[in-house]
C-alpha cells in the first residue's frame, strides 16, 4: 500500500473515531482538539506533531510510528504505546490524562511528564531511565523490572515503588514521596 504524507497542516476539531486509517504519514501536523477516541491508526506515522486538547482514548497505533510527538491537554485513556514501533520512539506529555495506558517494555529514555494524571499506567519492563514526573499523579501505577535511573520523582505523588524490583540508581524523590518508596515494609513514616 502506498503511503501518503501530510506535511505541516494543522487539523481542527476533524473526527476519526471509530474510524480506521491506514499508509498516512503526518509531518510536521497540529493536530488541535480532535477526535480519536476507538479509532484504529495502526501503521501509520506521526513526526515532529504536536495534538492539543485532542481525544485519544482507546486508539489503537500497533506499529505506530510516533517521533518526536507531542501531547498537551490530551485525553489518552487505554492506549497501548507498547505496541508502536521501537525506532526512534520519543514522546512528550504535558497536563494530559493517561490513566489505563501501558509503556510496557518500551524504551523511552528522558521522557517528560508534565501535571499528568498516570493512574494504574504500566510502566512494567520499560527503560524510562532520566525521565522527569513532574507534578504527576502516579496512582497504583505499575513499575516493576523498570529502569528508572536517574528518574526525578521530586514532585510526583502517589507512587508506590519496590526498590527491590525496580533499578533506582540516582533516580531523586522529596521526602514527602518516602512512603512511596518503604510502603511494602508496613513502616510508619512521620
Known amino acids: 500500500m502506498d503511503q501518503t504524507t501530510t506535511e505541516s497542516k494543522t487539523f481542527e476539531k476533524t473526527s476519526w473515531a471509530g474510524k ?5 504519514e503526518f509531518l510536521e501536523c497540529i493536530f488541535e482538539k480532535c477526535d480519536f477516541s476507538n479509532s484504529n491508526f495502526s501503521g501509520n506515522k506521526f513526526i515532529d506533531c504536536t495534538f ?81 514526573f513532574d507534578q504527576c499523579d ?19 505523588y502517589n507512587y508506590n515503588i519496590d526498590p527491590e524490583l525496580n533499578k533506582l540508581k540516582k533516580a531523586s524523590f522529596s521526602e514527602q514521596g518516602l512512603a512511596g518508596l518503604l510502603g511494602k515494609y508496613g513502616i510508619n513514616i512521620v
Open 20 to 24: 480506521a486509517v491506514k499508509g498516512q
Open 138 to 156: 502516579l496512582s497504583a501505577a505499575f513499575f516493576n523490572e523498570t529502569d528508572l535511573s536517574g528518574v526525578n520523582f521530586v514532585t510526583a
Open 52 to 132: 492539543q486538547g485532542c481525544n485519544l482514548s482507546g486508539m489503537k497505533i500497533p506499529q505506530c510510528t510516533l517521533l518526536n510527538a507531542r501531547f498537551i491537554g490530551c485525553k489518552i485513556l487505554g492506549v497501548k504505546f507498547n505496541e508502536c514501533k521501537d525506532l526512534l520512539f520519543s514522546v512528550f506529555f504535558e497536563a494530559c490524562i493517561l490513566d489505563y495506558s501501558t509503556f510496557m517494555g518500551r524504551k523511552m529514555v528522558q521522557t517528560k511528564f508534565v501535571k499528568s494524571s498516570l493512574k494504574e499506567v504500566n510502566f512494567i519492563q520499560a527503560n524510562i531511565a532520566g525521565s522527569v
